[in-house]
């Protein structure tokens, strides 16, 4: 990429060093290392300035950025300012405490391919960011990015992330140290300028040669230059003092300002950005925006916040001497400043920067209380993570003593993916004597909550089944007031939820099949995160029993209900994905539910909920039990005994089809395991020891249809095995029609060859579903492999299907509830992979390839 550039209007500009930064925005990276003072941030804004014809994109990285949500959201919205194209990128999904995620960075490799114009995008001090997840993720966006977009990073630390590969491959442009230094010419220059008086070769060497060339040194001694009758005495003092350059400096600079002007910027060190409303409120400044004019304009260590018109920082290293030096006069001072700040914060509608304000001054009551009054949209916009935070700065023998303050310390943990935290903090809080009958309620219902996070699904079922008993005890219970989500109607919804949803896990549909109905039914589930969240786990339930009618029509209420409540991006929606593809599995069309499955397991990592990563997993071993390329990793920790036993029925099937049926276990409950063990009998051909495990089998209360057509098929292949032809052809009628009305197919793929070959066999020639039980049967996997070198995903597999449909990306995208930015990334990848220019071409190949076929397009339309 070639940068347009125009000369800034600069007194001292570093014009060899621009030209290096030009020659290396044709590479994805360059790479600005240095300490402190060293002017890289300067030189990064003299740069910025000068580019036309290009977007210029700045990022200020603080330890902020340590939550991946709250910056990704900070990334896209300034990206989208640079570029229209760059707005259609969603807010993210995913782990505060973890990185950008691999789908956001596809989301925004493709975006950055439809820009208008080159863009660089600037991240200064990107040392400040703890989270080596997001620097990392950072690192694996520049493998990705296109010609014409050009990242900087800029830190004092070499981040170690592997420059070699860059510098071989693309001739990485570093500026490091020594690069930014000064040499005697620059320094005159810069001597001159500040100084204001006439500086000789003799003394800017003397300067550059006490203080290394070093940026900050030398603008140090220039200011020092301006306040001296005679300059050479600041360069014989500087040669003949033991101390560090910049405290000696940096005190003949405050020495030498007027006191009420010393004062303010010692004042005004406690601030982190500097407005002229803040100025005035914490330094009693008559003219804030003219005071920091001037500081700017007299280069007094303050410069323009980039991104953020009419704000200013200090230089750090000075900053941090005015701190010092504010303690060292007032160990109190720092904290009154900052409640001045505070209020002012609070009184001009920005209540966020006003709690940091006073936990950073340590007014940890007052931080508390407008912590707490904070409302639904922290945990609607995923900024669970960010509060927990704030809580979590608070000295724990100070939190404790209020209650209300660890309850919702507790719950936000838990809401953010650290289950186990919050959980610990509750039951703690549990204990607390005296505890009012609300709080203990609130506590209950968020226990109970933990089930979809947490390993053992009975923990969480007690929980809310104790919550339902005390609830019932204290009618009159007077409730806290928690994010506005612990009214009683709401902590009910959330209880009986969580009961419907342990059912689940372990193993009881009819169960939870019931809970989950009646908790649709609350008051409380009329909100509508929960509302989302209990359509999608009932939707789950139904499909998991064979009800896929009802699955669908529950999965798509609740995901058409998140869209139009801004919430297809939130981990409630985890379930309703989950559901479609479980629905598209049991129809006998895994690849039409990929895209479904990769939503839901994005949204169920979202916040760590491991119970239901363990779900997807299982979902993702169900399309293909032979493969591992596109299984969903098992999480850590154990699986939920509802998953437990659909792998051991994967494992146990894949040794019969292997024709070495596993021993059978000795289970008498209905389940995937027992359809296994008797169907491996079958296989080697002991009938009376499967007739005995089939007439002994607890079969579940309650009609499923999934239930209905396994013991329907293992009872006609076992009369079939005994010579009886009749009532083999009775019962497998009898599984035919029983899912017919569901398109229920996977139980007949389950059951296997014999199974399909008795089908085959029924008199008449196939026909409505008995002929699509045949075909999907007998199908092979397709080739998704054949003639490409790089395979199509399955989620890529499910929109191939939709290319002949002709319906736009947006339509495709409302159809599959996704973004218009994730179908173009899918459809981008396709293109890609096919050689194709587009879509015409794209439909002829894969009809080459024969990855499209008439049934894929008969399902499409």
């Known amino acids: 990429m070639t940068i347009p550039r125009v000369v800034p209007p600069h007194a ?8 290096r930064l030009d020659a290396g925005a044709s590479a994805p990276l360059t790479l600005v290392v240095a300490s402190a003072g060293s002017g890289k941030t300067v030189l990064l804004t003299q740069w910025a300035s000068s580019i036309v014809d290009a977007g210029v994109v700045w990022l200020d990285m603080t330890s902020a950025d340590d939550d991946a949500v709250l910056f990704a959201r900070r990334l896209i919205g300034e990206l989208a300012r640079a570029d229209a194209a760059l707005a259609e990128v969603d807010s993210p999904l995913g782990d505060a405490g973890g990185g950008l995620g691999a789908a956001l960075l596809e989301a925004l490799a493709a975006a950055f391919t439809e820009i208008a114009r080159p ?16 620097v990392t993720d950072l690192w694996r966006l520049v493998d990705m990015l296109p010609t014409g977009v050009h990242f900087v990073f800029s830190s004092r630390v070499d981040l170690k992330l592997g420059w070699s590969r860059h510098r071989l491959e693309h001739g990485l442009v570093e500026l490091r140290q020594a690069d930014l230094a000064f040499d005697s010419d620059t320094a005159a220059r810069v001597l001159e300028q500040l100084g204001r008086v006439p500086v000789d070769d003799t003394m800017a060497t003397a300067v550059v040669a006490r203080t290394e060339g070093w940026a900050a040194g030398v603008q140090l001694t220039g200011l020092s230059l301006r306040f001296r009758t005679r300059p050479e005495e600041v360069v014989d003092a500087l040669a003949r003092s033991d101390r560090l350059a910049i405290d000696y400096l940096s005190e003949e600079v405050l020495e030498a300002l007027e006191p009420a002007r010393a004062r303010a910027l010692l004042q005004l060190s406690v601030l982190e950005e500097l407005s002229a409303g803040l100025v005035e409120a914490v330094a ?32 750090p290293l000075f900053r941090d001497l005015l701190r010092y030096r504010l303690r060292e006069g007032d160990a109190e001072a720092e904290g009154r400043l900052l409640a001045r700040a505070a209020q002012w914060q609070l009184d001009h509608g920005e209540p966020d920067a006003a709690i940091e304000s006073l936990l950073a001054a340590r007014r940890w009551e007052e931080a508390m209380h407008h912590i707490e009054a904070r409302g639904r949209d922290v945990y ?13 700065l608070v000295p724990d023998g100070i939190r404790t003593q209020r209650p209300e303050a660890s309850v919702l310390y507790g719950i936000l943990e838990g809401m953010s993916g650290r289950a186990a935290l919050g959980e610990d903090v509750l039951r703690t809080a549990l204990d607390s004597p005296d505890l009012p009958p609300g709080l203990v309620l609130t506590i209950r219902a968020f226990l109970s909550a933990g089930v979809q996070f947490r390993p053992h699904p009975e923990v969480y079922l007690d929980e809310g089944r104790r919550f339902v008993a005390e609830a019932a005890r204290s009618p009159d219970a007077v409730m806290p007031d928690l994010l506005h989500l612990t009214s009683l109607p709401l902590l009910q919804a959330v209880a009986a939820i969580s009961i419907g949803r342990a059912l689940f896990l372990q193993g009881d549909l009819v169960g939870a099949d019931r809970s989950l109905g009646e908790a649709l039914d609350l008051e409380g589930a009329h909100y509508g995160a929960y509302r989302v969240h209990a359509l999608g786990s009932l939707a789950l339930c139904r499909a998991w029993s064979g009800r896929l009618r009802s699955a669908t029509a529950l999965a798509d209420e609740g995901l058409e ?24 599995i049991q129809r006998g069309e895994p690849e039409a539910g990929a895209v479904a499955l990769h939503e839901g397991h994005l949204r169920a990592a979202a916040n760590r909920r491991v119970q239901l990563m363990w779900v997807a ?19 850590s920790g154990v699986a939920p005994p509802l998953v437990e036993d659909a792998i051991i029925a994967l494992t146990r099937r894949a040794a019969r089809e292997a024709g070495h049926p596993t021993r059978p276990a000795r289970g008498v409950r209905w389940s995937g395991g027992l359809f296994e063990d008797i169907a491996g009998l079958l296989t080697e051909g002991d ?75 029924l008199p008449g020639v196939p026909r409505g579903f008995r002929a699509t039980v045949l075909a999907a049967a007998r199908a092979t996997r397709r080739g998704a492999h054949d003639g490409l070198l790089e395979p199509l995903t399955p989620r890529e597999l499910d929109l191939l299907t939709y290319l002949p449909s002709r319906l736009t990306n947006a339509e495709l995208a409302a159809l599959c509830f996704v973004s218009v930015n994730t179908v173009k990334t899918h459809i981008a990848h396709i293109y890609r992979k096919l050689d194709a220019a587009g879509r015409d071409a794209a439909i002829v190949r894969a009809r080459e390839l024969g990855l499209l076929d008439a049934a894929d397009i008969a399902h499409s339309g």
Request: glycine share 6%; with cysteine.
């Open 12 to 19: 001292v500009g570093r014009p060899e060093l621009w030209a």
């Open 119 to 134: 863009l660089v995008v600037i991240f200064d001090d990107l040392h400040q960011v703890n989270n080596t997840e997001l």
């Open 284 to 315: 009693g400044v008559d003219d804030g925006a003219g005071f920091l004019a001037a500081l700017e304009d007299e280069s007094l260590f303050v410069a323009p916040a980039p991104g953020t018109p009419g704000r200013y920082r200090f230089h």
């Open 380 to 392: 609607e916009r995923g900024s669970t993570a960010a509060v927990a935070r704030w809580l979590s």
């Open 561 to 584: 209900l998140a869209r139009e409540l801004t919430l297809l991006l939130h981990p409630c929606a985890a379930d309703a994905y989950l559901a479609r593809a479980l629905v598209a």
């Open 617 to 635: 997993h299982a979902l993702s071993r169900l399309v293909d039990p032979q493969s591992v390329d596109s299984v969903i990793a098992a999480p």
């Open 687 to 761: 009938a009376p020891g499967a007739r005995a495990r089939l007439e002994a089998a607890v079969l579940p209360d309650g009609d499923s249809p999934t239930t209905t057509v396994e013991v329907s098929l293992l009872t006609a292949w076992l009369e079939a095995r005994q010579g009886r032809a009749a009532s083999a052809r009775e019962h497998l009628e009898r599984a035919i029609d029983a899912a017919a009305g569901e398109a229920l197919i996977h139980p007949f793929i389950r059951a296997g060859a014999a199974v399909v070959d008795l089908i085959e066999a």
